[in-house]
């Protein structure tokens, strides 16, 4: 195992109700919130008037209409907010997108200086606020993480900020939150979940015994409970095994003892910043046409393992048994309803050599990736995607 350091400052309150602390808890940071969210599912849920009357108390202000794919101009206008009112704690009320602009505009509003300053040199962040989370949607792990993606729609980038000053300090992760999310978003989440279990069981280090075995725990989990939280919106062992598995999948746990860049992440984050597409309908899309790109006699044991391990294939001819897993991987999405090539997510234009080099000129990750990818891999891996 490589050497690591574990430290999340995250406090879980995880289950039923657990919102009833969000008063006690956020008087530990100030009194001046600004609450932010998307584009409306709280109105609708119930879930705003809630946290509205828990902090009655309170002097709040509010950054609602950030966006999937949340932009540079949204965080912007949240830090400018900040810095107006004097705001003391910033509370992200929803899911990766929130919660990933609210980490940009918590150091934004203590830098003097562009918002996007901080995303290209991440010593300047310096100062954060401090973040509160009410999860709405199990995806990115994003409320016990460090990372968050935003989108310049100027330089059509989409990249992730990090920094240990904005791990979230209170996460309220609620199941029965989940059981309103449309299906595709339970499906993408799902999809991103698995994904990012993924890129860290699939890293050049195999000898992190242990965190490859949680890893496949994990994998299993959300294969077990992905389907039926889309049949079954409401079932809450669905839904609390998911939801604890997003956390998991991010929180640096599957990767400690290992080490390696990401490689559909990466490529599939130029997609949705060209195209504005949800994250896990890129990575559905992505991940199996990875997969069998860089099934090689230099890999195959580790899809073998993945298959007999997660999916309970079973044989004698490891590469059968790996193709196996990789097609199994791909029909798990199909039955979530996912589509399988950009043309079904509704790109039908060819801008695939502009993604492939917008790609790799903005990450360092395919060079230290599992199989290292070059640009053209790149390409031909988005050719297999058409
Ligand atoms: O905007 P509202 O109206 O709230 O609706 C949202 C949004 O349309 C809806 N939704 C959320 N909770 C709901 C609900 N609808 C009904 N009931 C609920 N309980 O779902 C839609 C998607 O929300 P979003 O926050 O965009 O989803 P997700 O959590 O998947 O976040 C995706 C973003 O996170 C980034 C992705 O690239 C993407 O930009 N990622 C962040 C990561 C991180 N911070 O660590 C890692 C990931 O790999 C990922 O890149
Ligand atoms: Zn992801």
Not at 223 to 249: F, Q
Not at 366 to 377: G, P
Request: hydrophobic share 35%.
């Amino acid at each position: 195992m490589n050497n690591f350091t574990f430290n999340i400052p995250t406090d879980i309150r995880f289950g039923k109700d657990q919102i009833e602390c969000l008063p006690n808890e956020l008087s530990k940071y100030g009194n001046k919130v600004l609450l932010v969210y998307g584009g409306g599912s709280i109105k609708r849920t119930g879930l705003y008037d809630t946290v509205i009357s828990l902090l009655d108390k309170y002097e709040v202000y509010e950054l609602p209409g950030i966006e999937p794919n949340p932009k540079l101009t949204s965080v912007e206008e949240g830090a400018k907010i900040c810095k107006e009112k004097g705001i003391e704690v910033i509370l992200a009320v929803g899911g990766g997108s929130t919660i990933d602009a609210c980490k940009h505009i918590a150091c934004a509003a203590c830098y003097d200086g562009p918002a996007w300053d901080l995303m290209m040199d991440r010593s300047k962040i310096t100062k954060a606020l401090p973040i509160a989370v009410v999860l709405t949607i199990c995806a990115t792990g994003s409320e016990m993480n460090s990372g968050g993606v935003i989108t310049n729609e100027d330089t059509k980038e989409k990249l992730e900020i990090n920094s240990p000053l904005l791990y979230p300090r209170l996460s309220i992760c609620d199941p029965t939150y989940l059981y309103t999310l449309p299906q595709k978003q339970t499906a993408a989440g799902t999809v991103d979940i698995l994904s990012h279990v993924l890129e860290q069981y699939f890293q050049p280090n195999d000898e992190a015994y242990i965190t490859d075995t949680l890893s496949e725990a994990v994998m299993r989990t959300v294969i077990k409970y992905g389907k039926v939280a889309i049949d079954n919106p409401t079932d809450y062992e669905a839904r609390s095994n998911l939801m604890w598995s997003s956390t998991v999948a991010l929180n640096h746990l599957l990767t400690v003892g290992k080490g390696g860049g990401w490689s559909v992440h990466p490529i599939e984050h130029v997609v949705s910043a060209f195209y504005d597409i949800t994250h896990g309908v890129g990575l559905a899309i992505i991940t199996p046409k990875w997969m069998r790109f860089v099934l090689t006699s230099n890999t195959v044991d580790r899809f073998e393992r993945y298959a007999k391990e997660v999916w309970g294939i079973t044989g004698s001819d490891k590469y059968a048994i790996a193709m196996e897993g990789i097609e199994k991987t791909e029909e798990f999405f199909k039955s979530l309803g996912m589509p399988l090539t950009l043309y079904d997510a509704g790109i039908t234009d060819d801008r695939i050599k502009e993604m492939a080099k917008e790609a790799y000129r903005t990450n360092n990750e395919f060079k230290r990736a599992y199989v290292k990818l070059s640009v053209d891999d790149i390409e031909n891996i988005l050719n297999m995607c058409k």
